[in-house]
């Protein structure tokens, strides 16, 4: 997963939180109309989803607290970017690119996340 994605991730998990947060409300009413044991675990699911990427984001929030005020302010505006830094002027993009690289020595062990970051993969599009 790229580390604008995890960055993303990090500034919008509540955005997340909610839309998964609306999927089990809209399990929890079809329920009735559908077998209530297959509605049931498809919650159990979902909640087994916000607990995997709970991890993941409190493993980000370790990186993230040890940078700058300014360096996270940066990563924020870098995360909610539609597109690149090319159309940038030089001294911001060469600031972006300073602080996701710093971002990304911190979070190495990422990879120890893989079945956050599949969930994460799957559930991107509520971003």
Do not use: H
Not at 34 to 60: F, H, N, P, R, V
């Amino acid at each position: 997963m790229k580390s604008k994605q995890l960055i993303r991730f990090y500034f919008k998990a509540e955005v997340l939180n909610a839309g998964l947060d609306e999927m089990m409300m809209r399990c929890a009413y079809k329920s009735g109309r559908a077998g209530g044991l297959k509605t049931a675990d498809k919650i159990i699911s979902i909640i087994e989803t916000k607990m995997e990427l709970q991890g993941l984001w409190a493993y980000l929030d370790g990186a993230m607290n040890r940078l700058s005020g300014n360096e996270r302010e940066v990563l924020k505006f870098y995360g909610g970017l539609r597109g690149g830094v090319r159309r940038m002027p030089d001294e911001c993009a060469r600031e972006i690119k300073r602080c996701a690289a710093k971002f990304t020595r911190r979070v190495k062990r990422v990879g120890a996340y893989g079945n956050a970051l599949r969930l994460l993969g799957m559930y991107y599009c509520l971003l």
